[in-house]
């Protein structure tokens, strides 16, 4: 692996899509975190939305979402999930696919609390992915959770975090005339050690 040098330099590869974030923190102009979420329905068929990466842990990803939603049905019933993270000023992108667990405990309510209070009321009152009358149905529900709650809402029981342990992680970066570098990180279990080989354009 000599090859792998510079931006893919590094024996772990969460240091290394650390890194990567947060150069894009300094160049993207809107949300450099943003990740583009897959999954699949009950009968196979793929989704796919945009979220926002909060953490790159030690050996995981973690996004936080509304777990009634269809993306929650979804990553609950599969257990598994993919995403890419794309930069287009750094002409690079992150691919990871992986198991999903819960992030329900104390991280989930620390992280509900650092949202703004909007953001708080907002998420008790949406019944997310399920069909709304109009916006002013929403904002009625927003003006009777906010009535109710007050002014420090606890964590709701239907809301919190995902967890994304990967099996296999690709870094990419844009090279001329298309011949792009990449290099995959690949392990079966999260108790083996990474493979990493580069892979042809």
């Known amino acids: 692996m000599s090859e792998r040098s510079g931006l893919f330099a590094g024996d772990d590869p969460f240091e290394i899509a650390r890194a990567w974030l947060a150069e894009a923190e300094k160049t993207e102009i809107n949300d450099p975190n943003a990740i583009a979420l897959a ?8 989704n796919a939305r945009m979220v926002l990466l909060k953490e790159i842990e030690a050996d995981a990803f973690v996004f936080y979402t509304n777990y009634e939603s269809a993306k929650g049905h979804e990553l609950d019933q599969a257990g598994k999930a993919s995403f890419v993270m794309h930069w287009k000023s750094l002409r690079r992108q992150i691919r990871v696919r992986g198991t999903i ?6 991280k ?22 399920r069909p709304l009358d109009s916006r002013a149905s929403l904002m009625a529900e927003v003006a009777k959770v906010t ?24 870094f990419w970066a844009d090279g ?26």
Do not use: C, M
């Open 39 to 46: 999954t699949v329905d009950a009968n196979g068929l793929p």
């Open 101 to 106: 667990s819960r992030e329900e405990g104390p």
């Open 108 to 129: 989930a309510d620390e992280y509900y609390a650092s949202r703004s209070l909007k953001s708080r009321l907002g998420a008790w009152a949406s019944k997310q992915s």
């Open 147 to 170: 009535a109710t709650k007050g002014p420090n809402p606890p964590r709701p029981p239907f809301w919190g975090g995902y967890r994304i342990t990967p099996v296999e992680i690709e």
């Open 176 to 201: 001329a005339f298309r011949l792009h570098d990449r290099f995959a990180w690949v392990r079966p279990t999260k108790q083996d050690k990474w493979s990493v080989s580069r892979l042809n354009p």
